[in-house]
Structures are given as C-alpha cells and as structure tokens.
C-alpha cells in the first residue's frame, strides 16, 4: 500500500506496474475501503497527470471515491491548485464536477467559492447541469456566491442557467432561481442582507418570487437592516414586492391542507389520465386521433354529394353535375328566384344541418385531444395557434360551400371552438405551473 502511494506522489508509472504485479488485486482492495486516499487522490494532490490518468484509466472508481476527509481527487487538485489536473479530469469525465464531497459541496461550489472564473467557466460549458447540486445545506452555488460576495462568480452562474439548453433546462432555471436554503431563504434574501443592489435588479429580471417567504415568514423586503439601503429599498418595490407576517409561514403543511377548486380538481385528473398512459399508448391515440382529424377535415372539403358546378335557376333544371361526376336532385326545391350556385353544396338543407353538427363536433373534439395527448411543456403552446388556424380554415371552408349556414350559425360554431381553445390552454397553462411549482412547494 505504502509502496503505490510513493509511487502516485512520485508520478512513477513503473513502479504503479511493479506493485501490480507483486500485488495483482491491491487496486481492488483500495476500492473495497468505502473511504480512502486511493492513489489517485495523491496523484491529483501532487498534479501527477501522467500518472493519474493512468490510474483512471485502470480504475475509474477511484475518481468517485471519497477520501476519509470527504474529498473527491478533484476537489484535492482544486485545494492544492492545480488547475491542469482539474481540466484533464474534465476531459476525461465532465460529471465529475458533480461529485458532492464533504457537507455536499462539489468541484463547482469550491471554484464559485475562489471565484476562479476561469475554471467556472469551462465547468458550466461541460456540464451544465452541475448548478442543480445542492449542500447539505440547502444552498445552491448561487448561495454560495452571494453568501461569499463573491458577485462576478454569481453573474456567471446565472449567464450559465440562461444559455443552458439541456432537457428540462427552462424549468430549472426557475427552481433553481427560486431556491430556498435551510433557512428558506432564496438568493434574494441573501442579496437583499448583503445589500447587493445590482444582483436585486439581476434576479428580479430573472423572475424570482420576490415575495417569497422564508422559515420566519419573512420577504425579501423585511430583510432590509435598520439602516435600510435606499436603492435596494426602491428596486424591490418597483418590483412590486411586498412585506410578510413574521407570525405566519406559509409551508407544505397548509398546502396540503387547503381546499381545491373545482378547476384544480380538473386539472389533477388530466395529469393523473395522462401520466397513466404510457409512451407506446400515447402514440397509438396520436396516430388513431390524426386519422380521424384528415378524415373529417377532407369530408368537410369534399362533403357527400359533391358541390354544383355551375349556376342554374332551380325552376330550369332540377338535376346538375356534382364533383365526383354523378348526377344529383336537389330536394329542397324552393321558388324561381332560388338559385344553385356553383362551389355550393348539393345536399339538402336537413341533411346537411345533421352532417355539419356531427362533423364539427368530431373535429374540434379530436383537435382537442391531440392537444391533450401531446407532451407537456412549452413548446406544446405552440401548437395552439396552428390548431386553431387549422379549425378557423375549416369552419370558412364550410361557411364557402354552404348557402344554408347563416351567418349567425357560423359566429355561434366560431366562439365555440374559440372558448374550447381558450379553456384548453387555461388547462394546459395550470398543468404547467403544477409540474414547475411542485418542486418549490415541496421547498
């Protein structure tokens, strides 16, 4: 054991081989001790590079191994500063600046802590996801830096969440902007103690809660000194914020314990219809409701019977050509002065009224469903102009071939389908915050 510790410090790759072959399995008895200075940890103490990657590359394991002080091999480099070692360790495996040491603090809390920008850099460029990770504290890297001053690291850290473009990075950047430490304090509470005006302003442009509360009740506002800084003062209530009752915290307690609106109790079964089906089902209705949407949208533009092709007097010929070349009697004959207008529909006034009905109604439901059907997010409220569009198109193509669809008929099928678009979005709007505020709630 002795001996391959030498060797790590010295960075002597012949002798890591000459206590391997006197000893074949001592890398796997290191590995068996749950806390350890394995020789990487000295490797990457003394910025032995050579020999490190060497080591990583014959046990991987040891770079996630914590040493009997709570320190990864990264966190040694970084403590003893050795910038190189800490990049070639990138290189080799980005998430290992998300390996949480001692009180839950990773590579980057340490470099946010120095303000080596330098490092922080390259680390938010390879790994994005690591400003998720949390001390035992509850406090995030955006803590960190404010709880240090340390305020170009901080602005950092925020460019990082707002150019983030990982799965699930828009969500996170709210969460994490929001979050509360053990004290349930965000980092505006911390900025605010600080008097750190210009991170206020960043973070209100950010969209933090500025009147969130924490473990006393107490916001942003009621944070202020006795000295109250004037500027900060001014930018939160520009922001519209407001000050708490110290006597009441609002928690998951009264949460749970709240009564849910109609709407809510909506809202929960969608989600819980949803999450129930699984991915193969999803697209199986996808498909099934795509089909029945061009079926019906293609029988709204080539209606049964066709359409007249030319313009005749009713009292002049009682049959006309229709569209798919066959010959067709207009049943509702009215006076002379009625006319048959080419592009209109052939169909009688009855039939048609119980074919539009039905046809409309199965179109705006299907539409409706695949909207429901399509994943959660953002980008699903992209699609509400298009469907809508979409709808509009086909209720003016039949308003077109129509001469029995009055204009008031048509306003009253109009608003229909925009209040099922408006109450469809309203739906989709609180699934979305739902999924984005559980995680704050539960804070």
């Not at 030498?6 to 890398?27: N, R, S, V, W």
């Not at 303000?115 to 938010?124: A, G, I, P, R, Y």
């Not at 592009?343 to 199965?362: E, P, R, W």
Request: with cysteine; charged share 20%; net charge neutral.
């Amino acid at each position: 054991m002795d001996e391959i510790l030498a060797a790590a410090q010295e960075g002597d790759i012949d002798k890591l081989y000459d206590t391997i072959q006197k000893e074949p399995y001592i890398l796997d008895m290191i590995d068996d001790v749950p806390f350890i200075d394995t020789p990487l940890h000295v490797a990457a103490y003394h910025g032995m590079i050579p020999f490190a990657m060497e080591i990583m590359r014959l046990k991987p394991s040891f770079a996630l191994k914590l040493n009997h002080a709570g320190f990864s091999p990264m966190h040694l480099a970084l403590h003893n500063g050795k910038t190189e070692m800490v990049l070639r360790f990138l290189n080799c495996k980005r998430d290992l600046v998300r390996v949480q040491g001692r009180e839950g603090k990773s590579p980057l809390h340490h470099v946010v802590e120095q303000e080596d920008l330098h490092l922080l850099t390259q680390f938010l460029l390879s790994c994005p996801s690591s400003i998720q990770d949390v001390t035992i504290h509850g406090e995030t890297a955006l803590h960190i830096a404010l709880k240090n001053e340390k305020l170009q690291a901080f602005e950092f850290l925020v460019g990082g969440l707002q150019r983030a473009c990982y799965k699930g990075s828009h969500i996170q950047e709210k969460v994490i902007i929001n979050w509360k430490n053990e004290k349930g304090e965000t980092a505006l509470h911390v900025a605010t103690t600080k008097n750190q005006p210009q991170v206020v302003r960043l973070l209100i442009e950010c969209g933090i809660d500025v009147n969130a509360k924490n473990s006393g009740g107490l916001t942003a506002l009621d944070m202020l000194g006795p000295h109250d800084n004037t500027e900060v003062k001014e930018i939160l209530l520009h922001a519209k914020a407001k000050r708490g009752d110290p006597q009441v915290s609002y928690s998951i307690d009264y949460h749970l314990a709240s009564k849910i609106s109609f709407i809510k109790r909506r809202v929960i079964y969608l989600i819980r219809l949803k999450k129930n089906l699984n991915a193969d089902t999803l697209s199986l209705l996808l498909v099934v409701a795509a089909l029945i949407l061009t079926s019906t949208y293609q029988s709204g533009l080539s209606p049964p019977g066709g359409v007249w092709q030319e313009d005749k007097p009713n009292n002049t010929s009682r049959a006309s050509t229709s569209t798919n070349g066959t010959s067709s009697i207009n049943d509702d004959q009215g006076s002379s002065e009625a006319v048959q207008k080419a592009g209109t529909i052939v169909m009688s006034h009855k039939a048609f009224k119980f074919f539009f009905t039905i046809n409309s109604l199965t179109l705006l439901s299907t539409t409706l469903v695949i909207f429901f059907l399509l994943p959660s997010g953002q980008m699903n409220f992209l699609l509400v102009l298009p469907l809508y569009l979409f709808s509009l198109c086909y209720m003016i193509s039949w308003k077109t071939i129509s001469p029995h669809l009055s204009h008031y008929v048509f306003v009253i099928w109009l608003m229909l389908y925009s209040l099922a678009f408006i109450w469809l979005c309203v739906q989709r709007y609180l699934i979305l915050k739902i999924d984005q505020n559980r995680e704050v709630v539960v804070r």
